[in-house]
């Protein structure tokens, strides 16, 4: 899990400072209905904020919500799995992940939000021993419950399948 959470902080990080460089028609151009490349963003920062709500609570009030697994805790390769096994039944974000108007006034003011809010799921991560982040469960709209463990794979995955669409040749 630590190394999936590094690898998110590094690729917000190079993505932040990369996308800060584009100009503002480019972040904003929507090509063939897709979302545009501050509409991905927006929906990061959406698809990370529950996690981080989560995490703010009490850890006995999310396993009273939630609960612990009584499974071993899936691997980087097996959250992919599942997460792609979805996609291709047709899974797709809810509409409260769909990104709506952007509220704020620079593309750089979301880029700072969106690292921002990688580095507080990072400091709130750090508070958390191993055992309790492979125990302790948390809703997915998806994929169900999953261990923060998970949930922290689930969002490097989920990040870079966003990002790949913005198509920076030296991220990846």
Do not use: C
Request: neutral net charge.
């Amino acid at each position: 899990m630590e190394e999936s959470l590094q690898e998110l902080v590094e690729l917000t990080k190079r993505y932040h400072d990369y996308l800060i460089t584009l100009d503002e028609d480019t972040v904003n151009e929507s090509k063939e209905g897709k979302w545009s490349i501050n509409e991905e963003i927006i929906h990061l920062v959406l698809s990370i904020s529950p996690i981080i709500r989560a995490l703010k609570m009490p850890k006995f009030q999310i396993r009273l919500l939630f609960g612990t697994a009584s499974r071993p805790v899936y691997s980087f390769s097996e959250v992919e799995k599942i997460y792609r096994e979805e996609l291709g039944q047709g899974a797709v974000a809810p509409k409260y992940y769909e990104p709506k108007k952007n509220k704020f006034n620079t593309s750089k003011e979301l880029y700072d939000k969106w690292l921002n809010k990688t580095l507080e799921l990072e400091k709130l991560l750090n508070k958390w021993d191993q055992n309790d982040l492979d125990k302790v469960l948390l809703p997915h709209p998806s994929l169900g419950k999953l261990t923060i463990s998970e949930l922290v794979h689930f969002t490097l995955i989920h990040s870079k399948s966003h990002l790949l669409k913005v198509k920076n040749p030296e991220t990846f």
